[in-house]
């Protein structure tokens, strides 16, 4: 029914007119000729999101992600097609872009506020959960001008969350701000969704990508390369730019790969230890024993697991989801009993993650095992079988 659906786009193509000179537009009015190229940066798009989903949007630089983007916030019109939008729409693209830097943090949130419609005396009652959760203190009150990055980010990110939008639209904004405010946004993020809003998210993660998204787009040269659940695409947009990286080295592509984040923590993994090693027999006890240190203890924590083949190939994903949320620095010991692994070299990548296993607050990986070749048959991992003949 078209009750369900907060987002339809029909035919929706963006042509940009690109100008080597600004003179050229005035000299393409006097003398109504050509002086631009064209960049088509959107054709033919069409997209239906229901209420209630989150929908991701991956693609390379100059796919066209940002420019569908705008065109659903509504700060960028179609140059053909047509957009029907059944909600109030606030987007997370350019953080503060709409702020003004001789006004006071204050002044700007009852601006923002009056830039999608909604009326000082609503945005009065905001106000007090912006402040608390922007947490920049006696600065609320100075202008925008005199505010850190840090802190015209968490302001701009505030405020685009308390206006409780039906449609949010997000444009890598979990990998602004410190480490604390990256887990924060996401928390906020989370929440939204499990409101049952409509949410649009783009990203280079396709962790976060994963994590959150119901169902994903694959945008390529402007167009749909591929639609369908968050596994399926992400695995094979990821399985392009990898061969797509090994043609240009020359080298055999890698299928997997996970990468850290990198950034420093208050929670890190300090070392990681497996036993047996480096050999371990098929039907052996694998243990990986590690150690956690926080910095900070009330923060919560989980752990995970994955474990790969040397090419990467990931095998499986276990995590500490039956366990309650850990604080402060711990011994943990991780056993998988009677390892059914058949020949090959493996290792494991820890990750230490936030309670709801979205952010990542540190990753380690163990140094590979080898287990030896016990079995004529192919593969790589045992399973239990019967025949019956």
Not at 34 to 44: I, M
Not at 206 to 229: F, H, P, Q, T
Request: hydrophobic share 40%.
């Amino acid at each position: 029914m078209i009750e369900d659906i907060a987002i339809s786009m029909k035919d929706v193509s963006k042509v940009y007119c690109l100008y080597q000179k600004p003179i050229d537009r005035l000299k393409e009015i006097l003398f109504r000729k050509r002086y631009h190229n064209e960049f088509v940066a959107l054709h033919g798009l069409n997209i239906r999101i229901k209420k209630g989903e989150t929908l991701g949007i991956i693609g390379e630089n100059g796919a066209g992600k940002s420019t569908l983007l705008k065109i659903i916030a509504r700060t960028l019109k179609p140059t053909n097609g047509e957009v029907n939008i059944n909600g109030m729409v606030s987007s997370l693209l350019e953080l503060g872009s709409g702020f003004h830097p001789e006004f006071t943090g204050i002044d700007n949130i009852y601006f923002y506020g009056s830039l999608l419609g909604i009326p000082s005396s609503e945005m009065k009652g905001r106000v007090a959960e912006v402040v608390s959760f922007a947490e920049i203190g006696e600065h609320i009150n100075y202008p925008l001008k005199t505010y850190s990055s840090g802190m015209h980010v968490r302001l701009a990110f505030s405020v685009a969350m308390a206006v409780e939008p039906d449609i949010l639209v997000v444009d890598e904004a979990l990998s602004v701000g410190d480490l604390y405010f990256q887990k924060k946004s996401t928390d906020k993020i989370l929440s939204v969704k499990e409101k049952g809003k409509t949410i649009i998210f783009c990203s280079h993660s396709m962790y976060y990508i994963n994590r959150l998204c119901d169902r994903v787009i694959w945008l390529k040269n402007g167009v749909s390369a591929m639609e369908g659940s968050a596994h399926e695409v992400t695995q094979a947009y990821e399985t392009y730019q990898l061969k797509k990286e090994a043609a240009k080295s020359g080298e055999t592509p890698k299928v997997g790969r996970v990468k850290s984040p990198g950034a420093a923590s208050s929670i890190v993994i300090h070392d990681v230890i497996l036993t047996p090693f480096p050999n371990v027999r098929s039907g052996d006890d694998l243990t990986v024993g590690m150690e956690i240190m926080s910095m900070d203890d009330s923060v919560p924590y989980r752990v995970a697991a994955v474990l790969f083949r040397i090419d990467e190939l990931r095998i499986i994903s276990i995590g500490t989801r039956d366990h309650e949320p850990l604080y402060g620095s711990r011994k943990i010991t991780l056993c998988l009993p009677s390892l059914q692994l058949k020949e090959g070299t493996f290792f494991l990548k820890i990750h230490v993650m936030d309670e709801n296993f979205v952010h990542i607050y540190d990753s380690q990986a163990t140094v590979p095992f080898t287990v030896p070749k016990e079995s004529i048959e192919p593969g790589f991992i045992n399973i239990p079988y019967r025949w019956t003949i």
